[in-house]
């Protein structure tokens, strides 16, 4: 089989793989099908005499290409804060797979690296490159490689210690109620006098930006937040632990919650750009 035809096949071989590495490192799949076909084109023009692993050395042209883009992008496309926005669109439901197979909150995380940090967590952490392969690509040595690596991982993890396991279990519950609508699973969670705060663009014209009360809280609860606790997912907040709601892995919203005795005590609904910037989001562990 002539040797191009060798790389072709590889290359369909190995799509999918690249297409995952591509989407972790852009956060989008348009952004991550552009990167596959410019890799593409340049493997098929380079030079590989001397290239023993195919795989390996599609994944290096994959993630230079990847990379470029990240440099260039100054900010993704913004999502406009709709109903529109929290469904899935027959278009996006590959997406919207891919989102939750690697977890929003990561996602959500990735999106705040430099693009140097994002291509050598990514490929380290998630896919096992080493460090001397990935230092080419970041034109760094292995060594501050590896400290792109760490620093990132160190962005994604949070600081030590981790918030109380008691707190996650109960913002979990609030989310599973709240995607169930189950009315006596958020009032179990919610203290009887719960305060909700929320931002100006998180809530309909005429509604407060206090609400005070289980029962209140409830009513507005089901009536706006089913659809985004669709796109929710538990992260880590600052030193607490809360939601973000981030359709296609883009954060829209942000929940903050005060826990007290087992049961949420107040909590903010974040969407104010500025303040969603600000915040510190983190992924939580996988419970023990």
């Not at 997406?95 to 430099?114: N, W």
């Not at 160190?154 to 979990?172: L, T, Y």
């Not at 705060?197 to 009513?219: F, S």
């Amino acid at each position: 089989m002539p040797a191009d035809d060798d790389l072709a096949a590889r290359f369909q071989a190995d799509r999918a793989h690249l297409r995952s590495v591509a989407f972790r490192l852009l956060g989008s799949l348009d952004d991550a099908d552009d990167a596959l076909q410019q890799a593409w084109l340049k493997a098929s023009r380079a030079d590989r005499c001397g290239v023993e692993n195919l795989t390996g050395w599609l994944t290096t042209v994959t993630a230079r290409e990847c990379l470029t883009l990240l440099r260039t992008r100054t900010r993704r496309r913004e999502i406009a804060l709709t109903d529109e926005a929290f469904a899935v669109a027959p278009a996006a439901e590959d997406e919207v797979i891919m989102s939750e197979s690697v977890g929003r909150a990561l996602l959500v995380v990735l999106d705040r690296l430099s693009g140097p940090e994002r291509v050598a967590f990514v490929l380290h952490d998630m896919f096992a490159v080493p460090f001397d392969e990935i230092a080419p690509i970041v034109d760094r040595s292995p060594v501050t490689t590896k400290k792109l690596a760490s620093r990132a991982r160190q962005k994604v993890r949070g600081p030590s210690p981790s918030p109380p396991a008691g707190d996650r279990r109960v913002v979990q519950a609030f989310l599973v109620a709240l995607r169930a609508g189950d009315i006596d699973g958020l009032l179990a969670v919610l203290a009887p006098d719960v305060l909700r705060r929320a931002d100006p663009a998180a809530r309909p014209a005429g509604v407060p930006a206090e609400l005070r009360g289980a029962d209140a809280t409830v009513a507005e609860s089901l009536r706006l937040g089913r659809r985004r606790a669709q796109v929710a997912e538990v992260a880590r907040i600052g030193d607490g632990v809360g939601l973000v709601v981030a359709p296609r892995g883009r954060l829209l919203i942000a929940l903050t919650f005060t826990v007290e005795a087992g049961r949420i005590r107040a909590y903010d609904v974040i969407a104010d750009p500025a303040r969603l910037a600000a915040l510190k989001v983190a992924v939580l562990d996988p419970p023990t």
